[in-house]
T-cell receptor, first 112, second 114 residues
Framework: DTAVSQTPKYLVTQMGNDKSIKCEQN?????MYWYKQDSKKFLKIMFS???????INETVPNRFSPKSPDKAHLNLHINSLELGDSAVYFC???????????FGPGTRLTVL | AQSVTQLDSHVSVSEGTPVLLRCNYS??????LFWYVQHPNKGLQLLLK??????LVKGINGFEAEFKKSETSFHLTKPSAHMSDAAEYFC????????????FGRGTSLIVHP
């Protein structure tokens, strides 16, 4: 049983397009996250979200927006894709805002 | 503000020899500390965590870490490396000063030679 799943696994698209990455967790966790991992493996937190609060990393361009239809899902929508958006994006969830995180398998985004 | 420094970007060991991955943190509060492992083309997996209980923490796959407040360190060790340990390792800190938003180190790549 997959705890945190992401779709798609690979996403190749053109500059200027709008795309979404979906994330679902079946662990009953309250907090979910989106991370960007660059080619040097550096992980940057983009968003932290629970039922009550969205915390946005101020360095994230407003072309990126999280959307949560319900507690088990946190999707990432990206407008006007740029070459620099190419990276691996990871979704994660946590039972508490201070607890360990469970990561999805990642989505490799390539912008041409 | 919380921060974490992984002192080595790469560590190379021979199979069967000990592993030491170093991590120093900065926190004005009682921190929670974690080590995660990422195998190639995979997501991250929790190895172990420290949350103000025992200072010596045992994790999966034979790894352990010791919380040393006086040295602000949380180094990861394993007595004997296995080929399957080759991966990227991340040290993570979170505390209430940072609203418990986790801060990741830049990662240490562990290379295991036969």
């Amino acid at each position: 049983d997959t705890a945190v799943s992401q779709t798609p696994k690979y996403l190749v698209t053109q500059m200027g397009n709008d795309k979404s990455i979906k994330c679902e967790q079946n662990l009953g966790h309250d907090t979910m996250y989106w991370y960007k991992q660059d080619s040097k493996k550096f992980l940057k937190i983009m968003f932290s979200y629970n039922n009550k609060e969205l915390i946005i990393n101020e360095t994230v361009p407003n072309r990126f927006s999280p959307k949560s239809p319900d507690k088990a899902h946190l999707n990432l929508h990206i407008n006007s894709l740029e070459l620099g958006d190419s990276a691996v994006y990871f979704c994660a969830s946590s039972p508490l805002s201070r607890g360990e995180q469970f990561f999805g398998p990642g989505t490799r985004l390539t912008v041409l | 503000a919380q921060s974490v420094t992984q002192l080595d970007s790469h560590v190379s060991v021979s199979e069967g020899t000990p592993v030491l991955l170093r991590c120093n943190y900065s926190s004005s509060y009682s921190p929670s500390l974690f080590w995660y492992v990422q195998h190639p083309n995979k997501g991250l997996q929790l190895l172990l965590k420290y949350t103000s209980a025992a200072t010596l923490v045992k994790g999966i796959n034979g790894f352990e870490a010791e919380f040393k407040k006086s040295e602000t360190s949380f180094h990861l060790t394993k007595p004997s490396a296995h080929m399957s340990d080759a991966a990227e390792y991340f040290c993570v800190v979170s505390d209430r000063g940072g609203s418990y938003i986790p801060t990741f180190g830049r990662g240490t790549s562990l290379i295991v030679h036969p």
